[in-house]
């Protein structure tokens, strides 16, 4: 028998109230991110992934209501009491954002910010938390970590400051590290610089990752498998090595199929029909069924469960089983 996963995500819900009446921005996400692995959350924007992950943290909004459990190496997130919370927040699970900026006092000094960490919530003497916060900065790519302690977040550039941040997730000391689209305001070059750090930190401290992103490409070059979401749910989860060769929901091989090609520039890109719908807009049925070539009666009246769809795990009733090349969006 397997051991379970570190982290569970067990066909998770979230309402949120809009307008004062409860609406549906989660309809059900599952993941599993094994202890040691890294699992991408791919989606586009407005599709519940950030909500997912820092539902790993019980990090919602006001009058959010949740459905199905998060777990957490088999301890529910939801169930934990506020003190379990704040000791698991602290160190057993971190969080890279996507803005560095709007996670950061912007009137402490890096090395304040860096350091109150290990001292309030580690008991660390000041001292050896400045050694070890130190050390971290020259781990992720700052060799003049001395003087960078010293200043201020407006003095850094949007590169750095995001080192700052995997540095500071790091000094936690976590099992399990969330990147929620870490290099998506950088510039392409820092983009590879920041990805190759959270890589090397990950491999060398045995950390499983959950890196949200809306980049298929990126998310199967980094990491071990991809799970894809549309509109407030998982519609597929599959191994990253065969996102391209083997996916088998249309929203998946639709999105493969609007992307550039390397091997083949001058091919024709094929865009995606109508537009992508937030969790709270969804009707019943299934959430692509608008867009999706394929679509059935069944899919617009019933919502499909995951179901094994040969590598894949697919929120489908008609997954297809074909390479993409044979069975494009509009074939």
Not at 77 to 83: I, K, L, W, Y
Not at 110 to 135: M, S
Not at 227 to 246: I, K, N, S
Request: glycine residues 8%.
């Amino acid at each position: 028998m397997s051991p379970s996963p570190l982290l569970q995500i067990k066909a998770l819900g979230i309402d949120l109230p809009l307008r004062g009446e409860p609406r549906a921005v989660v309809h059900r996400a599952d993941l599993a991110v094994p202890e040691g692995a890294a699992v991408a959350l791919v989606g586009e924007s407005g599709s519940g992934k950030s909500l997912t992950a820092r539902s790993v943290l019980g990090l919602l909004p006001p009058g959010a209501r949740v459905r199905g459990d998060v777990l957490f190496a088999g301890e529910s997130v939801a169930r934990m009491r506020p003190e379990r919370l704040r000791a698991f927040r602290a160190s057993e699970v971190a969080m890279v954002f996507q803005d560095p900026r709007a996670h950061i006092n912007p009137a402490r000094g890096i090395g304040d910010f860096l350091v109150e960490g290990l001292t309030t919530a580690r008991g660390v003497p000041a001292a050896e938390a400045v050694r070890r916060v130190t050390a971290i900065l020259r781990e992720v790519g700052i060799a003049d970590a001395e003087r960078r302690m010293r200043q201020r977040p407006h003095e850094l550039s949007g590169g750095l400051l995001q080192r700052v941040m995997i540095a500071a997730a790091l000094a936690a000391e976590p099992r399990l590290l969330l990147a929620d689209e870490p290099s998506t305001a950088l510039d392409v070059t820092t983009q590879e610089e920041v990805m190759a750090i959270i890589g090397e930190a990950r491999e060398a401290r045995g950390l499983a990752l959950l890196f949200i992103t809306h980049d298929l490409e990126l998310a199967a070059a980094v990491t071990d498998r991809v799970v894809v979401m549309y509109a407030g749910t998982t519609v597929e989860e599959l191994p990253a090595a065969l996102l391209r060769g083997r996916a088998a929901h249309p929203y998946t091989r639709a999105l493969l199929a609007s992307r550039p090609s390397v091997s083949d520039p001058g091919a024709e890109l094929r865009s995606i029909p109508g537009r992508p719908l937030s969790g709270f807009e969804i009707p019943g049925g299934c959430a692509f069924g608008d867009r999706c070539p394929y679509v059935q009666d069944r899919c617009r009246a019933d919502r499909p469960a995951p179901v094994p769809a040969g590598d894949s795990t697919v929120a489908c009733h008609y997954p297809r089983t074909s390479a993409p090349e044979e069975a494009g969006p509009h074939a």
